[in-house]
C-alpha cells in the first residue's frame, strides 16, 4: 500500500492541497481521493497539458453503507498519451448526497452521472438533464444501494409462486417494506 | 410571411429489427433530416450489478457471460484478471495463451454477427449466411473446449477449467486456415461494391475530438483514428507476446469502421497461430489452494484437498480489502471490471465498464443532420449489444 506516489498524484497533491484526502496505489493503481469541491478541479487539471487524462473510461460509484462517508464517487481516467490510468474518487455523506457534475469537463460524464443518480440517487449539481437512465421513470427508491434488498419481483404465471420477499438475503441493511 | 417549420418527433423502437435489441430511438426530424437523436435505454436493463454483491466471486462468472453475450470469454477474462489483481495470483502461461486463442477467436464470432447484422440492414441478406456459417465453425471449437456455444463459463480465477483438447488445435487450424478466403470473398462482395460504398462513406462521422470526449472505445475510436487498443498500451495475458497491427481508419466515418473491424478479424487469426504455435506446456491452472480448486485425483489422497476443496465451494475465496480496475479489449472497446472487495466472500461493488455504453453516447453527435435512413447504417457501425448497455 506504500507504494510512491506517480507524477501526476505528486502534481494533484501540490496542485490541490489540503483537499487531497488519501493517496494510493493498491495493486499499482494510482488513486486519489479529493474532496468534493475540488473533483471537477482535479478532473479539468489533468485532462490539460502536460498530463492529458483526456479520456473519461468510467464514471461510478459505489455505498459503504452503514458507514459515513456514505458514497464513494469514482471517475476513472486515461491518458493515451503517457499510457496511464488515474483513479480519482470523493466521498460524500449520505444526508447530502450531491457531487460537482463533470459534463463540462467530459461529455461522456453525461449518461455515465444519470446512471449513478439512477442506481444510487447521488445528485450531481448542473448536470443538463439528470433523469433517471436504466430504470422506469417511475421506479421509487435507488437499486444498487446497499439498504435497497434484492428482491423478486412477482410475475404473474399460471402455477408460479411469486418470492417475495426474496429469499435471497441482503447482507446488510432493513428489508423494504411491500406496499 | 414566413413558413412556419415544423418537426416530426418519431420513435425509432424499441421493437426494431435495426436496433439489434430494445433500443429506442426518439428521432426529431426536419423533412429526412435528423434534428436531434436521444437514445432510450435501459429495456434490458437485468439489475446484473446487484445480482453480483449478492453472489460469491466464483459463481459470478456465470453471471457475466450474459452480459456482452457476443464476446463472453472476453467478459469473463475482464472479470477473472480483476479478481486475479485483487488477490495478487499468478495465471499460469499455459492458461494465459488458451485465454489469448479463445479470447481471438470469439472476436472473429463478434465481428462475423456484426457483419451478417449489417447485411441485413442493408439488405445484403445472403451476408448473414455466410457469417453465420463460418461463426458456427468458432462456436463449434468453443463447444469442444468448454462444452457450451455460448456463456462458456470456462475461464477461472487463476486460469481456465480445463486443458484444450487433444483435437481442439487442429480443428482450429483447420478453420483459420479456410477463413482468409472466406474474408476475401465478403470483401469483393463488398469493400469496393458501389451501394455498401455509398451507404458507409461519410455516414455516422466521429470525429477524434468528439470519439475523446464521449469515452467511445474499440474498433469505434480506432475508425477515428486514434489507435488505441487495451492489448498493446496496457497489455495482458501475454499480448505482448504477439505480433499483430492495430488497423486505423481516417474519416471516422461509417466506412472506416468497416475496414477497421474486417482488418481486425484478421489480425486475430494471426494472434491465434501465434499463440497456437508457441503454447507452452504445463498447468492450466493455479497451483494456489486458496483460489483454484483441487484437481480431482489429489481429493481422494489428501484431507487437506478436500479441506480446500470444501471451503472453496462452501464459502468461495476472500479477497484482501481494497479495489481494483481490470480492462480487456472486447471486440467493441474497453471492457472493465472495477471491484471493490470488503475482504469478505462476496464483492461489495461490482462495476462493469460497458463498452457498448459510451459508444451509444456518441450516436446522437454521429446521426445529427443526416439521413434518417443513415441512422441504420449508424447503429450498425457502432456495433452495440444491449445486454452491454443496459447491463
Not at chain 2, 112 to 126: A, K, R, Y
Not at chain 2, 240 to 257: L, W
Request: net charge negative.
Amino acid at each position: 500500500m506504500t507504494a510512491p506516489l506517480t507524477p501526476v498524484q505528486e502534481f494533484l497533491v501540490e496542485r490541490l492541497g489540503e483537499t487531497v484526502v488519501e493517496a494510493h496505489a493498491f495493486r499499482g493503481d494510482a488513486t486519489l481521493v479529493v474532496a468534493r469541491e475540488r473533483v471537477v478541479d482535479a478532473l479539468r487539471a489533468v485532462r490539460d497539458e502536460p498530463w492529458r487524462f483526456e479520456v473519461l473510461v468510467d464514471l461510478t460509484a459505489w455505498d459503504r453503507y452503514p458507514a459515513e462517508p456514505r458514497f464513494e464517487v469514482v471517475y476513472h481516467l486515461l491518458s493515451l498519451k503517457r499510457r496511464e490510468r488515474l483513479r480519482i474518487k470523493t466521498r460524500i455523506p449520505g444526508h447530502d448526497p450531491t457531487v460537482p457534475s463533470a459534463v463540462s469537463v467530459f461529455a461522456g460524464a453525461n449518461w455515465f452521472e444519470r446512471e449513478v443518480w439512477d442506481l444510487f440517487g447521488i445528485r450531481f449539481a448542473g448536470h443538463p438533464n439528470l433523469t433517471r437512465i436504466l430504470m422506469p421513470d417511475d421506479w421509487e427508491g435507488h437499486p444498487l444501494r446497499r439498504d435497497f434488498p434484492l428482491t423478486e419481483e412477482p410475475v404473474e404465471f399460471h402455477g408460479h409462486v411469486p418470492k417475495v420477499p426474496s429469499q435471497i438475503v441482503p447482507r446488510v441493511g432493513p428489508v423494504r417494506e411491500d406496499p | 410571411m414566413t413558413l412556419a417549420r415544423e418537426t416530426l418527433t418519431i420513435n425509432m423502437g424499441p421493437q426494431h429489427p435495426s436496433t439489434h435489441g430494445v433500443l429506442r430511438l426518439v428521432l426529431e426530424l426536419e423533412g429526412e433530416v435528423i434534428a436531434s437523436c436521444q437514445p432510450v435505454i435501459g429495456y434490458l436493463h437485468t439489475g446484473i450489478e446487484k445480482e453480483m454483491e449478492n453472489r460469491t466471486y466464483h459463481q459470478n462468472i456465470a453471471l457475466v457471460d450474459r452480459i456482452e453475450y457476443l464476446s463472453s470469454y472476453h467478459e469473463e477474462l475482464a472479470y477473472c484478471m480483476a479478481v486475479e489483481k485483487l488477490l495478487g495470483v499468478e495465471v499460469p502461461k499455459r492458461a494465459q495463451y488458451i485465454r489469448v486463442i479463445l479470447c481471438e477467436l470469439n472476436r472473429i464470432a463478434s465481428h462475423l454477427v456484426w457483419l451478417g447484422t449489417t447485411g441485413i440492414d442493408l439488405n445484403v441478406s445472403s451476408l448473414l449466411m455466410y457469417c453465420f456459417r463460418d461463426r458456427e465453425r468458432i462456436l463449434e471449437l468453443s463447444e469442444m473446449v468448454s462444452g457450451q456455444r455460448m456463456m462458456p463459463g470456462y475461464f477461472r480465477i487463476g486460469g481456465v477449467a480445463a486443458d484444450l483438447p487433444e483435437e481442439f488445435p487442429s480443428a482450429a487450424r483447420r478453420f483459420l486456415e479456410e477463413f482468409p478466403r472466406r474474408l476475401d470473398e465478403y470483401e469483393a462482395m463488398l469493400t469496393d461494391n458501389l451501394i455498401w460504398r455509398r451507404r458507409h462513406e461519410g455516414v455516422a462521422v466521429l470525429s477524434r475530438e468528439d470519439a475523446l470526449a464521449y469515452g467511445v472505445t474499440g474498433p469505434t475510436l480506432r475508425g477515428s483514428g486514434i489507435p488505441y487498443d487495451v492489448r498493446k498500451a496496457f497489455p495482458y495475458s501475454s499480448y505482448d507476446e504477439f505480433e499483430f497491427d492495430i488497423p486505423t481508419g481516417e474519416h471516422g466515418d461509417a466506412y472506416d469502421r468497416y475496414r477497421v473491424r474486417m482488418e481486425e478479424m484478421r489480425q486475430s487469426r494471426r494472434i491465434v497461430l501465434q499463440a497456437l504455435d508457441r503454447l507452452p506446456d504445463g498447468p492450466v491452472l493455479t497451483p494456489d489452494r486458496k483460489v483454484a480448486l483441487p484437481p480431482r485425483a489429489e481429493l481422494v489422497r489428501s484431507m487437506e484437498a478436500v479441506i480446500h476443496q470444501f471451503k472453496l465451494v462452501s464459502e468461495g475465496l476472500h479477497p484482501p480489502k481494497g479495489e481494483v480496475y481490470a480492462a480487456v479489449e472486447s471486440p467493441r472497446g474497453e471492457k472493465g471490471y472495477y471491484i471493490v472487495s470488503d475482504g469478505s466472500n462476496r464483492p461489495v461493488r461490482v462495476r462493469v465498464r460497458a463498452p457498448s455504453f459510451s459508444n451509444l453516447q456518441a450516436l446522437p453527435t454521429m446521426v445529427r443532420g443526416g439521413m434518417l435512413a443513415d441512422v441504420v447504417v449508424a447503429i450498425a457501425s457502432i456495433d452495440i449489444v444491449l445486454g452491454d448497455v443496459d447491463r
